[in-house]
């Protein structure tokens, strides 16, 4: 069943329900301006519902049928009150797990969550976003879709003192983390590389951007050496996709370097995702237990898409990229061989020791053709690239790996008022430099030491394609972050989103 998620206005208020769900710490639960909201049936029955819940660590919560109304649910669900300072005070991990478990089922629904403060709304709305997973394949008969309703579900955010938040930027950050988890979730039969390449097409023509594609043999004819290495075996072709809002990457313009660029492209925000739409391992096989799930190796793109998306509908005028690093890690006679050698776009030579660290490959690629053609005052890039990230800070931070002071530490705030977490890992180049020494090539893609700070390599081998820029660069592992419960979660969106402030 789909399901339409709108932020509304207190005038807003649909009539009809099937559901109520209230959600918030006991305390704001509790308040006068919360009460108010209520179904005047449930106010009697309010209070001892909310105080007879443990919300232990992760929530947790209740329900009545209301009197007179057996059509209609009244549901509550406590948040937990303590809240480290390495977590967001809005505590959107609860609120995804509330929503999914005391929400009601069937029929429209109306959730009221009750804000900490108004700066919150946009990781609460994402939170409740998580919780209804966009894409499914359960309804792909024509007979059964034509029966399937759409169910609406209306948010109502209240801060302290009554003040109702429907913030543009909820709604989009809300849409754009749907959007990016729906693409996760998507098997690579129905999302290759070709796929991919068009759902950017649509995006793109719905937000009035330039798109500018490079794809198949053409990537290997201009120097993408990562990307036609990683994607060739592959049926479907591995492509270098740049959306732009204010300054286009012709395939003149994408020629021009320094003032020249400068002059026709301004200054600009270049957002990088890794876009592996499926990762066997390539000759390095995964194991069997090791391979399923990865058709979400393209949460960094995805989240790059999904919040380029929310930008532009949010009215940002650029110079902003998404550039895409599309590519299937596939086996067959085309494949790359451990101990080839591949030139990336920087120039570098890159000596292949293990296929399975591709996505560093093609993030190298990515970050350089930023650098050399998009005249950006920053870089980030996004990507599930490591298995040690969660070892590292986890399944809920991403870490990060940051070249400035400064920027790592707005990454960090905006992790904890967005609700996409992050945690800064070393940015030692002279530390980590080393692990990729090649006797035949300038480095080799996979670490001589897996118990040296395997995720800040990882990092350090994308900067390591940065040549000759030398602006604030932001690496952001994903790895853990971007599934939860099997399904996308749409990590990202929120946070460049933060990062970068008031598109507007």
């Not at 120039?347 to 970050?367: F, I, S, Y």
Request: some cysteine.
């Amino acid at each position: 069943m789909s399901v339409n998620i709108q932020v509304i206005e207190a005038g807003q208020r649909p009539e009809g329900v099937a559901g109520t769900l209230v959600v918030g710490t006991q305390a704001r639960l509790l308040d006068k301006d919360l009460r108010k909201l209520l179904p005047s049936k449930g106010k009697r029955v309010w209070e001892a519902m909310v105080e007879r819940v443990s919300p232990g660590d992760v929530g947790a919560g209740t329900c009545t049928w209301l009197p007179g109304d057996p059509a209609h649910q009244l549901s509550v669900g406590v948040l937990p009150r303590p809240c480290s300072r390495h977590n967001s005070g809005a505590r959107p991990h609860a609120v995804s797990n509330l929503v999914r478990a005391h929400a009601p089922r069937k029929g429209a629904l109306e959730i009221i969550a009750a804000l900490e403060r108004p700066e919150d709304a946009l990781a609460v709305a994402c939170a409740v976003a998580r919780a209804y997973p966009e894409f499914s394949l359960k309804t792909r008969s024509a007979k059964a879709k034509a029966k399937a309703k759409g169910r609406a579900v209306s948010l109502l955010m209240v801060a302290p003192g009554g003040r109702i938040v429907a913030t543009d930027l909820a709604q989009e950050g809300l849409d754009g983390v749907r959007m990016a988890g729906g693409l996760v979730d998507a098997p690579t039969s129905e999302l290759h590389t070709d796929a991919f390449l068009d759902r950017a097409r649509q995006v793109a023509d719905e937000v009035g951007a330039d798109i500018h594609v490079i794809r198949g043999k053409d990537l290997d004819k201009r120097g993408f050496g990562g990307l036609w290495g990683v994607g060739k075996a592959a049926v479907h072709k591995p492509a270098l996709v740049t959306l732009s809002l204010g300054g286009k990457p012709s395939q003149r313009d994408a020629k021009l370097t320094g003032k020249a660029a400068a002059k026709r492209v301004g200054k600009s925000v270049v957002w990088v995702g890794k876009g592996i739409v499926y990762d066997t391992g390539g000759l390095s096989l995964k194991t069997k237990g090791g391979m399923p799930g990865m058709k979400g190796d393209m949460g960094g793109a995805a989240a790059v898409l999904g919040a380029f998306r929310a930008a532009a509908r949010l009215g940002w005028k650029g110079p902003l990229h998404a550039v895409l690093c599309l590519a299937e890690n596939s086996v067959g006679p085309e494949a790359t061989r451990p101990d080839d050698v591949l030139t990336l776009y920087s120039g570098k030579t890159v000596e292949v020791n293990n296929t399975d660290a591709e996505g560093r490959l093609v993030l190298g690629d990515g970050v350089a053709w930023a650098a050399r053609r998009l005249n950006p005052k920053v870089i980030v890039d996004m990507a599930t690239l490591t298995g040690a990230q969660l070892t590292a800070t986890g399944r809920r931070h991403a870490a990060v790996v940051c070249s400035d002071a400064e920027l790592e530490a707005r990454a960090v705030q905006a992790g904890r008022l967005s609700g996409d977490l992050a945690h800064p890992l070393p940015f030692c180049p002279e530390f980590f430099r080393k692990e990729f020494k090649s006797k035949v090539a300038d480095m080799k893609n996979s670490v001589a030491d897996r118990a040296n700070a395997q995720s800040s390599c990882a990092g350090q081998f994308v900067y390591n394609h940065l040549v000759p820029w030398k602006g604030p660069w932001l690496h952001v592992d994903i790895a853990g972050p971007a599934t939860s419960l099997e399904r996308g979660t749409g990590y990202g969106v929120a946070l460049l989103l933060t990062l970068f402030g008031d598109p507007a």
